[in-house]
């Protein structure tokens, strides 16, 4: 049944991670492991191995044992103040509840991502491009949130027209220099625009030719470069390609690779260069390709500039979108066995997405939310139109077509504005939320903008006619979400708009959380 046909018919009516990462630095120093420190991370393990971290990133943990400045700053909607996010403990993680309590009340944006390799490679907004103007958007700051050995951490969710760079970097390589690099991505979160890139780029924010760029890429993005499957593909942003293997277009070497935290690693060299990957959450790197440059024009030599994109192409190419935890560039070529290394110390630091149950408001939970306005609307479910942004309510049965039932399924988030209160994510139309404008409901991209985290954010209650639960706009608290006449809004018990009818309005303002329709 189309979306048309149905409205027509609804009448519109660590220690862990220390064991493993000692071991790992005191087997490629080859020194007794009890003279290493208690607890070590990635970018000690690239130093024992000759290849220095020249830059890390992460807004999750530290990426050093003695690491213990800040992980990333955040600004705040209501003032427009910042705050810089620290750690619980040198050398551990994110100190998340400074971030809740800063921002209780009102959105923020992540403004930096600090460097902790000490180059001063902090990565902030980036400017426009040849493809795109700017400046581009910052990340919601809890969009991505997951736990870390147990410690609450957001990570940096990227919408597309979401970007950071920094173009005067410190010991990043150029030209045909070695260097190495790692990120951890969500495996599950990317799309087929350009370019949801993470690593070596251009300074001046311009295509500037074949072999310009050095970056991981993420998505299933087939415009250049696949691997086999349907994506999503870990490969290469050289510029003006994404390459999976020696040759364009497709090397079948190159797998599909979904997992919900992705270790993806690059590395290039004069005439060569690597690209692995693994499960972040446990197991070790697969090889996806090692050997020479690519068979095409312009990449051997390499042209490599030195600055560092974060979300986006070298030439601010800002369609793509995806999710970062953290990430390192070295200078120098890592060996495999130092990269084997750094993967122990990932799969030991004990990455979780807190919540990947169903049928509850927890974060990362799949619901479906059935209204309980009897008799009209019982098996009516809220569900995103297909035709436009509009969001109603539509009779769903297990016989209903598949498209109809990921139009009415969601992904509960933490709330954008406020995380004790959450947001809905479309299970289908991923990286679109649940918004309201003008009272409405709709369904789109978060803008980055501290009004759209506001209107997207609803505080769960005990329902208000008794039954069920009721969402609460979080700016607008005597409003709540809202079917009238098959459509859905946020709406007060009396007021000036014709939903804010006080006929129904407390069954219309009760709903059921059900287990996914898909
Ligand atoms: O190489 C793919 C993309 O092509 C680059 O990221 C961008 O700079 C160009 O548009």
Redesign the pocket.
Known sequence: MTTRSWRSRARRALTAVGTTAVLAAGLLAGTATTSQAATQGPCDIYAAGSTPCVAAHSTTRALYGAYGGPLYQVRRASDGATRDIGLLSTGGYADAAAQDSFCAGTGCVITVIYDQSGKGNHLTQAPGGG?AGGPDNLANAFEAPVTVAGHRAYGVYVAPGTGYRNNRTNGIATGDQPEGMYAIFDGTHFNGG??F?YGNAETNNL?TGNGH?EALYFGDNRS?GSGSGNGPWVMA??????FSGVNRGSNANDPSVDHRFLTAMLKGAPNRWALRGGDARSGGLSTFYSGVRPNATGYDPMHKEGAIILGI???N?KWAQGTFYEGVMTQGYPSDATENAVQANITAAGYDSGSSGTGTLTPGSRISLRATTAPCCTSHYLRHNDTDSKVVISGTTSSSPAADKAGATWIVRAGLANSSCLSFESADRPGRFLHHYDYELYLDFDNGAGTFAQDATFCPARGNSGVGTSFQSANFPAKYLRHYDYTAYIAGNGGSNRWDSSASWAADTSWLVAQPWG
Not at 237 to 242: A, P, R, S, T, Y
């Open positions: 493809a350009c370019c890139d295509d760029m250049w942003d050289l510029e003006n390609g994404l192409g070298g030439d190419s």
